[in-house]
């Protein structure tokens, strides 16, 4: 028996696009059919179909050439922008769609959480559904009823068992939903942005339900935008980018490719759809080094400043600015500077900088991203996710330079001492 | 579309994903390994077609019933419809009740797919469980239509005999043919929506080119074969008829209706896993 669980040989997707996307018309259909056996006969000579490295026209490569293995028990996460190819990669190993070239070769059984709730119905009561979609999901009926108390308690549904679904609040379906899938013992789970739902106690309590899958040696595919997640749940990732396989190895390096080509892709600033016809325009935020220096790389400990240039449209200032920057690591909170908490601006000229200093930057190794919003006068005047994002290395923090990274063991640095006492 | 090597949850089994290529056969171990999930959507079905409704399954008898009383009224004493000397209430009820289930498993069989479009882009299952489900599930409404019939044969004075299990065969018969249909029909529906308006218009069709309202006897003998051949439901109906209440036997008629209905449902079969694989980008 190998150790391996999942083998990936040069797969390929080749997607239909246009009016027409995946029709055919019923002539090509006929056709199609009627040489079908001869087409078969021919195939038998090679074996292989041909690799096909120009695309017909009016088609895409959703994927192209992608290969990679993932070990038995490995956790893996599966990063890349929207569209990228994969959740196209995940639907191929979850054999929903049929790959155009390639081969996957699968040791164990495939559970899939592609989206939490598929396969309920509305008119069904709870209970009947933890059977259904357990059935759906793969499970034997013996199998749904041992598990069933189990499922009922991790929901927290237990008054509500025999009240149709469609009765239920959103988060009472979403915990019912993951609990039922959560209880799926498949050697492989593959799991598709189950964890953007419910309540942040409820999603914390399956990724721990998930990272027990993991630990108890299944294999686990993740697909996520959230970074932080992914972080804490695989030590290795794939980066798929405009259906290629760009990267794959330790999360860590892989996340770190994937926010600098995101940052390099993001539009500027300034053409933002948030700041269209905004009275005020942010031009650009730079990250500046205790040198002054503008740079995406900042040390821990260091004396750092967020500089953000802007521009007033109507060519006068304008009053009572507040700046607040939100930093969001893989999508969890990390701090907010506010200008309100210390120094508004009663007045701010036409065209400017201003600049917030951190002294001793408290911030732990890892990648972090800003969301910018401005008021003038209360009123907000825009609001822009990721506005920039950028990078915390190792630094003078702590005396010894050593640090824990971002993720399950601290969120940031505390200035502290130890003392000693002989009483 | 894959090539299972085993299929169970009891061995870790190997599978493998390439390219779909040509025609590929039913893989029978697989469905039997998913019977469970089979059960579970035929369930599904039962449970939820009378949710949220007055009269609830009291529906599977309203539907033949008022079919018969109005096919009585018009066909029986207005036209004066021949019904082989069996009064033709009872001559029509046995005629409207295996119809109905055959048309109620068409409609439900070839919409499957698209009523789950959800299902069959999030999870891989045997994707012919859900045009089988919508075959399976009428069957219900027809056991309850069928202690009419008892009720309507004691009264009629038509003593149920042994040759009432006979019905067993019929209606095999005519799942075999409803599943044919059904997976030709659904498979094509995923690609073509024109299926979801013409299957009403097929259904009706139907009734009036099928002996229900009258017998089979009408068509001339030397035109049976061609008449099952076309409409391989005439043999069933007149079969079952016959089970029930003793009619002439079908012959001929049947043999055609076989022959054809094996005919659709191993190419039914052959179509469905064909565009299988293309089921979840195109619906």
Known sequence: ?423 | MDKVQQVGPTAAPITVISPPRGWIPVNLRELWAYRELLYFFTWRDIKVRYKQTIFGFAWAIIQPLFMMIIFSLFFGTLAKVPSENIPYPLFSYAGVLPWTLFAAGLDRSSNSLLQDVNLLQKVYFPRMLMPLAGILSPLVDFAIAFIILIGMMLYFGHYPSIVMFWILGFLVLELMLAAGIGLWLSAINVEYRDIRYAIPVLIQLGLYASPVVYSATFVPARFQTVYGLVNPMAGILEGFRWAVLGTKPPSDLLFASVAIILVILVSGAFYFRHREKAFADVA
């Open chain 1, 1 to 423: 028996m190998t150790d391996i669980a999942i083998k990936v040989e040069n797969l390929g997707k080749l997607y239909h696009i246009g009016q027409f996307a995946g029709y055919k018309t019923i002539r090509e259909t006929l056709m199609d059919i009627a040489s079908a056996p001869f087409r078969r006969l021919r195939q038998t000579g090679d074996g292989r179909q041909k690799t096909r490295d120009a695309s017909p026209p009016n088609t895409i490569w959703a994927l192209k050439d992608v290969s990679f293995e993932v070990k038995r028990g490995e956790a893996v996460g599966i990063i890349g922008r929207n569209g990228s190819g994969k959740s196209t990669l995940l639907k191929i190993l979850t054999r929903i769609t049929a790959p155009t070239e390639g081969r996957v070769e699968i040791h164990g059984r495939v559970g899939s959480l592609l989206e939490v709730g598929t396969g309920f119905h509305p008119e069904l009561t709870g209970r009947e559904n933890i059977y259904l979609n357990g059935a759906v999901l793969g499970m034997k009926r013996d199998e749904i009823k041992r598990k069933f108390d189990e499922i009922v308690a991790f929901a927290e549904i237990e008054k509500f068992l025999d009240t149709p679904v469609k009765r239920y609040s959103s988060g009472m379906y979403v915990r019912l939903a993951f609990s039922v899938a959560a209880h799926l013992e498949p050697e492989i789970l593959a799991v598709d942005e189950v964890l953007a739902v419910g309540d942040a106690a409820f999603q914390k309590k399956c990724l721990g339900k998930m990272g027990n899958v993991a630990s108890e040696g299944r294999t686990v595919l993740f697909v996520s935008h959230n970074m932080g997640a992914i972080q804490n749940l695989c030590e290795s990732c794939i980066l798929v980018d405009d259906g290629k396989l760009v990267e794959i190895g330790k999360t860590r390096d892989v996340v770190s490719t994937y926010s600098d080509k995101t940052l390099l892709s993001s539009s500027p600033l300034i053409e933002r759809k948030e700041q269209k016809n905004a009275e005020f325009i942010i031009r650009a935020i730079e990250f500046l080094n205790s040198k002054g220096d503008k740079s995406d790389v900042l040390l821990a400990g260091e004396d750092v400043s967020i500089a953000l240039e802007f521009l007033c449209k109507k060519g006068e200032g304008l009053e009572n600015v507040h700046i607040v920057y939100n930093i969001t690591s893989g999508g969890d909170p990390v701090a907010m500077l506010h200008t309100g908490y210390s120094h508004p601006f009663e007045r701010v000229p036409a065209k400017g900088r201003i600049l917030c200093r951190i002294p001793r930057l408290p911030l732990l190794p890892g990648h972090y991203s800003l969301r910018v919003r401005s008021y003038s006068n209360h009123i907000m005047i825009h609001e822009i996710p990721d506005a920039a994002m950028f990078h915390v290395g190792e630094g003078p923090f702590f005396e010894s330079g050593m640090m824990p990274q971002y993720g399950s063991e601290a969120r940031f640095l505390v200035d502290h001492r130890w003392e000693l006492e002989e009483r």
